[in-house]
T-cell receptor, first 114, second 114 residues
Framework: KAGVTQTPRYLIKTRGQQVTLSCSPI?????VSWYQQTPGQGLQFLFE???????NKGNFPGRFSGRQFSNSRSEMNVSTLELGDSALYLC?????????????FGSGTQLSVL | QQQVKQSPQSLIVQKGGISIINCAYE??????FPWYQQFPGKGPALLIA?????SEKKEGRFTISFNKSAKQFSLHIMDSQPGDSATYFC?????????????FGKGTHLIIQP
């Protein structure tokens, strides 16, 4: 069974640009959540999608957005990139996200903003 | 506001020794406490988890101890091996607030010396 796939693996952008990251969950998983990982702040929850609906969002500015498609694949978008957006962006999937369900993480997309 | 505090930041243990990582939480609504293990270049993977109705859970060499009154929980790795060298994150969530996401500690970089 394939794991969670995130593309691209690495991205380099400049300030002011926008970026789209992609996540393919494990087959059959309907919940996809996104996390930002930085050395200073650690892992922080961005948002969670279930059946194409965003159910909750973490404490991030509106420049961070996402969506989920009918096949459960998800994308996240960051507009007007800032230097501080440089981070590892992780996607995690689960069957039908309940707070105590096991999350399966992808290897992440490493975003560098210059 | 950091809702889950993790210590130490880094830890060096001799092979065969016991590794101990501690976490404290503030939000009394949390009722699910997982530990994740992350190797370089990979996403976090669930190691072991506990609910507050038990004070201890053991899986192989890994044990979680939980103190509800003190709002603290810890991970013990017995007979630590070089392959255990990784970054460990404690986390917390509400079981029935699945869309809230996990709140992570800032991680402990564990090195097991041969």
């Amino acid at each position: 069974k394939a794991g969670v796939t995130q593309t691209p693996r690495y991205l380099i952008k400049t300030r002011g640009q926008q970026v789209t990251l992609s996540c393919s969950p494990i087959s059959g998983h309907r919940s996809v959540s996104w996390y930002q990982q930085t050395p200073g702040q650690g892992l922080q929850f961005l948002f969670e999608y279930f059946s194409e609906t965003q159910r909750n969002k973490g404490n991030f500015p509106g420049r961070f957005s996402g969506r989920q498609f009918s096949n459960s694949r998800s994308e996240m978008n960051v507009s007007t990139l800032e230097l501080g957006d440089s981070a590892l962006y992780l996607c995690a999937s689960s069957l039908a996200y309940r707070g105590d369900e096991k999350l399966f993480f992808g290897s992440g997309t490493q975003l560098s903003v210059l | 506001q950091q809702q889950v505090k993790q210590s130490p930041q880094s830890l060096i243990v001799q092979k065969g020794g016991i590794s101990i990582i501690n976490c404290a939480y503030e939000n009394t609504a949390f009722d699910y406490f997982p530990w994740y293990q992350q190797f370089p270049g990979k996403g976090p993977a669930l190691l072991i988890a506990i609910r507050p109705d038990v004070s201890e859970k053991k899986e192989g060499r890994f044990t979680i101890s939980f103190n509800k009154s003190a709002k603290q929980f810890s991970l013990h790795i017995m007979d630590s091996q070089p392959g255990d060298s990784a970054t460990y994150f404690c986390a917390a969530s509400r079981r029935w607030g699945g869309a809230d996401g996990l709140t992570f500690g800032k991680g402990t970089h564990l090195i097991i010396q041969p």
